[in-house]
């Protein structure tokens, strides 16, 4: 017997907190059995005195301590995470989630923690009936829900999936947070460490199943182009290596509905002429900064002046922040059209935390495609995600002829 709906494991965390207070703002009792839960008491009880009452039960457990674990798991239909970075933190309770069969939902981005996840617990998550849907935030939701809202309406109006769609950040205001910047940090370390790692991060298929690691797509955008069919230049964005194959894995593991053709890309819009070019070579100078090897002494000094794990942007940037995504859609005939995502908060945290929640709820009472296994978001959620992502987690999908 399951006694919540829903526990969020890692309720101090920065973007845990904001889980809390959506769940609690948004929803009552009687809607959602949920509870806090992470292993310092002390800290639970303050973040609960600030944005919920004693209403809230709290629970405690320890990452690394599979008896606690273990208690945790079985109390619930759904364990919502947001301990990062995963791959430290996250092996084991996913593995309980599987043993005991309890749905669990994350943001990681890290997708060499998620190859590993497949490898080891998909085909008992299948066979035990069990949804694991990593990347449940602002990666990679838009992508992967706005490719599945595009190929869905396409295929309803025209009896066709798109051959090549074509995310666009066209628009984009928010904050980093301790967490991510550490999570982040973590990949790029395990890389520069382990070369099948690095493998993993950059095969463009490196989350497909392993006798379907081929196709047309290539490596993520490395470099400054300019794209015609969005009269812009563009840069590399920062969230492509993980959206991308999390784009892919849907249409794989969906027996590639989409079609074995079908092409996915993400990039940053910057701006037509020199004014978009000299933008270009100014944003990648972070990312180039990001992706160095972590002993050196530039990555030494960024460290020092990012944000620590626990801070993260305050509540009037985050309800300032937005996003504004554009999908430039190729049809089968040539025909070309266009489809927009809009959030209105900040990515990685205002509008992250809302994704999140719906997701965790969803798992939990919502009536589902019955998909298993270590499975993405549209895989897992479909329509029922979309809708609740709509009405409730302030995202936009539209199609326009507005460039």
């Known amino acids: 017997m399951k006694n919540f709906d829903v526990i969020i494991w890692g309720a101090t965390s920065f973007t845990g907190k904001l889980v809390c207070e959506y769940i609690f703002s948004n929803y009552k009792s009687n809607e959602i059995k949920w509870a806090m839960a992470g292993r310092d008491l002390k800290k639970l009880e303050e973040v609960r005195s600030e944005i919920a009452n004693s209403s809230v039960p709290i629970l405690l457990a320890d990452s690394f301590d599979e008896n606690s674990l273990s208690n945790l798991v079985k109390q619930t239909k759904v364990i919502c995470s947001t301990v990062g970075p995963f791959s430290v933190y996250g092996t084991l309770l996913v593995d309980l989630c599987v043993r005991f069969k309890t749905n669990y939902c994350d943001i990681t981005g890290e997708a060499h923690w998620i190859r590993k996840l497949i490898d080891k617990f998909h085909n008992k998550a299948k066979s035990n009936k069990i949804k694991i849907v990593n990347s449940c935030g602002f990666d990679s939701i838009p992508s992967d829900m706005g490719v599945f809202y595009i190929q869905n309406e396409l295929m309803n109006n025209n009896g066709e999936y798109a051959k090549e769609i074509k995310m666009r950040v066209s628009g984009i205001k928010g904050g980093i947070s301790g967490g991510t910047y550490s999570s982040i940090n973590n990949v790029i370390k395990d890389a520069y460490a382990n070369k099948e790692i690095f493998k993993i991060i950059n095969n463009p298929y490196g989350l497909?199943?392993?006798?379907?690691?081929?196709?047309?797509?290539?490596?993520?955008?490395?470099?400054?182009?300019?794209?015609?069919?969005?009269?812009?230049?563009?840069?590399?964005?920062?969230?492509?290596?993980?959206?991308?194959?999390?784009?892919?894995?849907?249409?794989?593991?969906?027996?590639?509905?989409?079609?074995?053709?079908?092409?996915?890309?993400?990039?940053?819009?910057?701006?037509?002429?020199?004014?978009?070019?000299i933008k270009s070579f100014i944003g990648v100078i972070p990312l180039t900064l990001l992706s160095m090897k972590p002993t050196s002494s530039l990555k030494k000094i960024l460290n020092y002046y990012m944000p620590k794990p626990g801070e993260g942007p305050n509540k009037s940037r985050r309800e300032k922040g937005y996003f504004n995504l554009r999908f430039y859609i190729t049809k089968k005939n040539g025909e070309k059209t266009l489809a927009k995502v809009i959030g209105d908060r900040d990515p990685g945290y205002g509008s992250t935390s809302k994704m999140l929640a719906e997701s965790a709820i969803c798992l939990a009472n919502d009536r589902l495609p019955e998909n298993y296994g270590i499975i993405t978001p549209s895989y897992a959620m479909g329509d029922k995600l979309l809708d609740r992502l709509k009405s409730n987690a302030g995202l936009s999908f539209n199609f326009t002829n507005n460039k």
């Open 208 to 277: 497909n199943p392993l006798d379907s690691m081929i196709g047309n797509d290539k490596k993520d955008l490395r470099k400054i182009i300019y794209d015609k069919d969005a009269k812009s230049w563009v840069m590399p964005f920062v969230m492509a290596g993980i959206n991308t194959k999390i784009v892919r894995r849907s249409n794989a593991i969906n027996n590639f509905i989409y079609g074995k053709d079908f092409t996915y890309s993400e990039a940053q819009l910057t701006g037509d002429g020199l004014k978009g070019l």
